[in-house]
């Protein structure tokens, strides 16, 4: 287990034959991978709420706990920084078997509904005849917008690793069996994973594919080690991105469990008393069982329809697994065979008959969501709103609820989805507004009164929160989440006895919210009753041992009882061994005694961070909240001096997200309107919530008290930039070099404000090398600055940086190799117009290549008509026309969609092996795909399509510049030259963007 990085299982290994059955990476060797780049190969990464988490590198909560049984449970999670929900993920092996259990819980111990997925990713070392088992007929990509048929597609068996060229993922299509993995013929061995499919429905294989810009990946990740698949299992899941929302209060508990399999062949069938492969082969049936634990006296029995034709007690365990075969008479089919394993007492242990193949046709791919005024049904126009809202895409939500409300202004789901999302983003009295309606169509909508109690809260109308939230809890859904807040509630006014019976009432109405117990231990604990305080706080450790909150409850019980100082400096070491002293851990923990109103236990909570045995390392917020807190309690001068701590520790990494931190930086500004970090971090969380205009508000006061604040400035730039404020952007940025002229970020977005100002290219050029230092170490600002040469003609430099600088590729981004192919290609014009044949043939040579230094490969499909045309023509140049004949004779049998740049090259080499005819038929097949995609363009346009006026230009630049090589190649010199300069105008790069590789896959 590596807690340090990301809490993944590092790998596990088989010790009966030493195989790896979860790969054990060697090295940690990060690549650009997922949504935050640092990510590594191996193992099993858990991700929730999203795929590949933001946080999956950095360090977790982590607790070692022994169970009754004697085995030993290492707890992983998080609270995850931007939902403020926890996962958390218990590893256990268990004696007496070769199970790895991974426990899985799901907490949304927010007030809100939070969208979510889970999957967690494993991998395996993918051998040359490496097979997935994955039981089912159909396989569907990303998205479902493609579907294929499993295990043979088009003649192809997808399961082998072997087979499969290019980066892709298959998702197993409402999968109905508990079981898949995988099997290494050369290793003679395999990993199983097993669930119940009805929560753990995800079946997914990912692999980067055997081309070579797949096999890159292994040097990127590892040093010599073998590459590798994925084997992915998704909770409540079966496709990605596929996500659901998750209540307040609510957990989600589920098992998965990874065992290996050894020396029966490729299996069949698994669940947790092992694995099984049943085969018929030459009228001889052939099987195995790879159990997971010991077995004396166990009975396998084989069947052929009614008739018995094999039965033996055996002896097994996993490093002995059993294997048998039986003759069948006759015609044998293999769908007959069934194998039975009975443990000693006759219980059915494992069985298993291959099913029938169905042949289903393969499903029709998921169609795009249609525009909200092409949609007749309020239905739907909120069932797409959703689905926008789950997929991070709030502002095209807003479109299809509001086209609802516009068609009916009482429409209950719509208004309150809308009320939601401005509660989350702290417009609480618009949020009111949006509820109303919704209670006032229908009083009985009990979620739109609990919505409507917690934006009460914030807004400080107590009473009407009360009758809010309990007008909500006669519904069940919203019955537990409502009766806790009002336990809160009752305990932020010491109203004690009313805040116990909400408390349990809240824990009948759901059992498995732990942040219910641990109020209820501190309602205890205040109450006096510190037994049952203990008691409790011990009751949500043994389900829940990542708590940190009933640790802390733990604590005060211990300090409030007069319990000795060496049992309470023990509580308190175990706590912050659980926090680690991380600054959000303890934040959100201080944040749970607020919400009861215990401020002192608050402030404590955080002074033991900032007190004299605190850590260096403090966020500034958790200054700002102990200020705040103390504030509450009324000692002002400690708040005092705590608030003028917050301006002075550092600020990097320090990212506010919570609602909470509204009120407690607005307070600190009241204290100090001149406090810049304040302004500075209020801009931040403001524009979280997509409230840019005040954002800007809020970094323009900063800057002014603070110039030295580059994160600002930038911040400044990048809202002006989307303004369309395009100097005042310029200015920021400016500024933001000046107060540190290393800010790499802000050179990046610099040099693309210069580029929409149209700056000539020569002044952008001298700002890159004038940075040169800062450039040299972001890629992005180099490639810029490669970019700008290769548009001023300056192949030369290009290759300069080109072959020496190590670029870092980021997943499905290998962009910079389009500029090597460029620069190459048009280094060669030059010198091959200046007759010098040999060094343009070099040039054009190096086009064809992949340097290491790029790190890109080539994908499968690549075309290289271009790149092979300027190689005939050089070796024709120089006398080597039978060289020059092969490759044009390559160019010619190239297949390429018609409107394609590339086909213009298989013209040339059609001309140049003399079929003149077939070329013109080529640009004239070019021509008519063209007027097409143009119309298709047209049409697209008409629609009005949200945010496609970027793709829209490249696609008609695209169109153009095609359409000029296809008018010179018919002779038409002057109206291509007038047609490819407009394509220029629209495009300048899109000479690269014609002749682009093929896509990355999946």
């Known amino acids: 287990m590596l807690p340090e990085i990301g809490g993944r299982l590092h790998g596990a290994q088989d010790k009966t034959n030493g195989y790896q059955f979860l790969y054990d990476q060697k090295v940690i060797k990060p690549g650009l991978i997922g949504l935050t780049g640092a990510w590594i190969s191996g193992g099993v990464e858990w991700n929730f709420p999203d795929g590949h988490r933001p946080s999956g590198f950095r360090d977790t909560d982590w607790k070692l706990v022994e169970n009754p049984d004697s085995s030993k449970t290492i707890w992983v999670g998080e609270i995850d920084r931007i939902t403020g929900m926890r996962w958390s993920v218990g590893i256990t092996l268990h004696p007496g078997r070769n199970w790895v259990e991974t426990k899985v819980r799901l907490f949304n111990c927010t007030p809100l509904v939070h969208r979510f997925q889970y999957w967690a990713t494993s991998a395996v070392r993918a051998t040359y005849n490496y097979q997935a088992v994955i039981p089912g007929e159909l396989m569907t990509g990303h998205g479902k917008h493609e579907f294929f048929h499993w295990p043979v597609n088009n003649g192809v068996d997808l399961s082998y690793w072997k087979n499969i060229p290019k980066a892709s993922s298959f998702f197993a299509v409402e999968s109905e069996s508990d079981y898949f993995g995988g099997y290494s013929p050369e290793e003679q061995a395999g990993m199983v994973h097993v669930a119940d499919h009805y929560i753990v429905r995800g079946k997914k294989l990912w692999t980067w594919g055997t081309a070579p810009a797949g096999r890159l990946w292994e040097k990127i990740l590892t040093d010599g080690d073998l590459p590798y698949f994925e084997p992915q299992a998704g909770g409540y899941s079966d496709n990605q991105p596929d996500l659901h929302w998750i209540m307040p209060g609510e957990t989600k508990v589920f098992s998965h469990f990874w065992f290996p399999t050894r020396d029966i062949g490729v299996f069949d069938y698994a669940n947790l008393e092992g694995s099984l492969n049943l085969d018929l082969k030459k009228g001889k049936a052939l099987f195995g069982w790879s159990p997971t634990g010991v077995n004396k006296n166990a009975v396998v029995i084989m069947t052929y329809g009614n008739r018995e034709i094999f039965r033996h007690t ?98 209950l789901r719509s208004n309150t989805a809308l009320g939601e999302m401005f509660l989350k983003d702290g417009l609480f009295s618009r949020a009111l507004e949006f509820f109303n309606r919704s209670i006032e169509r229908d009083p009985a909508f009990y979620k739109a009164w609990y919505f409507k109690g917690l934006t009460q809260l914030w807004l400080g109308d107590i009473k ?106 023990r509580a308190e070491k175990a706590l912050l061994e659980l926090t680690r002293r991380d600054s959000e851990n303890h934040i ?62 550092s600020a990097k990494y320090c990212f506010p997200n919570r609602l909470e931190s509204f009120p407690v930086l607005k307070w600190a500004l009241t204290r100090d309107p001149l406090d810049a970090r304040a302004h500075y971090l209020l801009g931040n969380l403001l524009k979280s919530r997509s409230r840019s205009a005040e954002a800007v508000s809020q970094w323009e006061k900063s800057v002014v008290l603070n110039p030295l604040n580059a994160v600002a400035y930038r911040n400044l730039g990048l809202i002006y930039h989307e303004e369309g404020k395009l100097q005042k952007a310029k200015e920021a940025y400016m500024a933001a070099l000046k107060a540190n002229p290393a800010a790499g970020l802000v050179i990046v977005e610099l040099g693309r404000l210069n580029r929409e100002l149209k700056i000539p290219y020569e002044k952008q050029i001298a700002f890159f090398e004038n940075n040169i230092n800062t450039v040299s170490r972001y890629n992005q600002a180099l490639t810029q600055l490669i970019e700008l040469y290769v548009l001023t003609h300056d192949y030369k430099n290009a290759l300069k940086w080109l072959t020496t600088h190590h670029f870092k590729s980021w997943e499905g981004r290998y962009g910079i190799h389009q500029y090597w192919i460029q620069s190459n290609i048009k280094q060669g014009d030059i010198e091959f117009e200046n007759v010098h044949y040999k060094k343009a043939l070099g040039y054009y040579r190096l086009s064809v290549t992949y340097p290491d230094n790029l790190e890109v490969a080539e994908q499968p499909n690549t075309i290289h008509a271009r790149k092979y045309f300027k190689i005939a023509t050089a070796l024709e140049a120089m006398g080597e026309k039978e060289s020059a004949h092969k490759y044009y004779i390559q160019i010619a049998a190239d297949k390429i969609e018609a409107g394609n740049a590339y086909q213009f090259y298989r013209g040339q080499a059609l001309e140049a092996l003399g079929k003149k005819k077939q070329a013109i038929a080529v640009y004239e097949q070019m021509l008519a795909a063209l007027d097409k995609q143009e119309a298709q363009q047209k049409h697209i346009e008409l629609q009005g399509m949200i945010n496609e006026d970027i793709r829209t230009n490249r696609a008609k630049a695209l169109q153009l510049f095609c359409r000029s090589l296809a008018l010179k190649g018919l002779g038409k010199t002057v109206e291509s030259e007038k047609v490819r300069k407009a394509a220029l105008e629209l495009d300048p790069l899109v000479p690269l963007n014609a002749f682009k590789s093929p896509g990355a896959g999946w």
């Open 314 to 411: 055996v002896d097994a365990d996993p490093a002995t697994p059993f294997l048998g075969e039986a003759k069948v008479r006759g015609n044998a089919d293999i769908y007959q065979l069934r194998m039975t394993v009975l443990s000693s007492t006759g219980d059915t242990l494992l069985t298993f008959r291959h099913p029938v193949p169905t042949n289903p046709p393969l499903p029709e791919p998921a169609p795009p969501l249609p525009a909200p005024d092409e949609i007749d049904s309020q239905d739907s126009l909120f069932v797409i709103g959703e689905h926008f809202n789950k997929f991070h895409d709030p502002e095209r939500a807003k479109l299809y609820y509001r086209e609802a409300l516009e068609r009916d202004n009482g429409d």
């Open 464 to 569: 009407g929160a009360e009758k809010s939230l309990n007008r909500s809890s006669y519904s069940l859904a919203w019955y537990a989440a409502a009766h806790l807040e009002l336990a809160q509630l009752a305990a932020s006014q010491n109203k004690w006895s009313s805040a116990l019976e909400h408390i349990e009432r809240s824990i009948h109405g759901n059992g498995d919210n732990s942040r219910a117990y641990a109020v209820k231990a501190l309602i205890l604990n205040r109450l006096g009753r510190y037994d049952e305080a203990l008691e409790t706080v011990t009751s949500i450790q043994s389900i829940d041992p990542l708590d940190f909150f009933s640790l802390a409850q733990r604590l005060m019980t211990l300090k409030k009882s007069g319990t000795g100082e060496e049992e309470i400096n």
């Open 588 to 649: 959100e923990l201080a944040l749970r005694f607020a919400r009861c109103g215990s401020f002192k236990e608050a402030a404590y909570i955080l002074n033991m961070l900032t007190g004299e045995s605190g850590t260096t390392t403090v966020s500034p917020l958790v200054y700002y909240y102990q200020a705040y807190y103390m504030h509450l309690t009324g000692d002002e001068n400690g708040s005092d001096a705590l608030r003028r701590k917050a301006s002075e520790v």
